[in-house]
């Protein structure tokens, strides 16, 4: 197969022949001495495009992996987004399971753990944040099995910290609902949370 053009793209070599184009590593390029006007079997150009396209999404891979862990599912939909390559992107991932450096029980109990004791959310809150990130229900509840007591230990700090200035009156119910409402966006159980309120204001008045 005749080469007609071989183009420098940022991080590979564009071939172009007659029938189709290919993209490769520069050093398959250099290797195999490809230029313009040189000849190549059909079957070794997209042998070397296949393994081309798998070293760059690799190195992508490993790219945000430096910066931080992925879940298996956003690593998978970040590799789709770029290749949109179902088979070249399962290759990455098993790799990446392979080697260690995609691990969904590591990534989702430091994520749990995060969530709980530097956001402070409430158990409900974590498992939507934890299904948001692509993890198995069945993980989830594993994870979260152990940690619902330690999510429950930060409800009256962040319950004060929040809304001290405004839990004045035990009686002033507009205000305990307000406290209510958001206390549930961050994903406590009512009852932890009326509890909360209650040990708020007993707190309260053993201060005075």
């Known amino acids: 197969m005749k080469i007609l053009e071989v183009n420098r793209k940022k991080t590979y070599y564009e071939i172009v022949t007659e029938f189709a184009v290919y993209e490769l590593d520069g050093e398959f390029v250099r290797t195999y001495h490809i230029d313009s006007g040189s000849e190549m079997e059909k079957e070794i150009l997209r ?11 690799y190195r992508r891979a490993c790219y945000l992996l430096d910066a931080r862990e992925y879940s298996y599912a956003l690593m998978y939909r970040k590799l789709m987004q770029t290749y949109d390559d179902k088979a070249l992107c399962e290759k990455v991932m098993g790799q990446l399971v392979q080697c260690g450096a995609i691990n969904d029980k590591r990534y989702a109990q430091k994520l749990a753990e995060y969530l ?13 944040e934890m299904l948001r990130r692509g993890l198995e229900k069945h993980l989830i509840e594993e994870i979260l099995s152990k940690l619902e007591d330690s999510a429950n230990d930060y409800i009256l700090e962040v319950l004060t910290k929040k809304y001290g200035k405004i839990l004045i009156d035990p009686e002033d119910y507009q205000v305990k609902q307000k406290v209510i409402a958001g206390m549930s966006r961050l ?22």
Do not use: T
């Open 47 to 57: 042998e070397l495009h296949d393994k081309s396209r798998f070293r760059r999404a």
């Open 116 to 128: 709980i004791e530097c956001k402070h959310y409430g158990i409900f809150r974590v498992r939507q």
């Open 187 to 208: 994903g406590y159980p009512l009852e932890n949370i009326k509890n909360a309120i209650e040990d708020y204001f007993y707190q309260l008045e053993n201060e005075e």
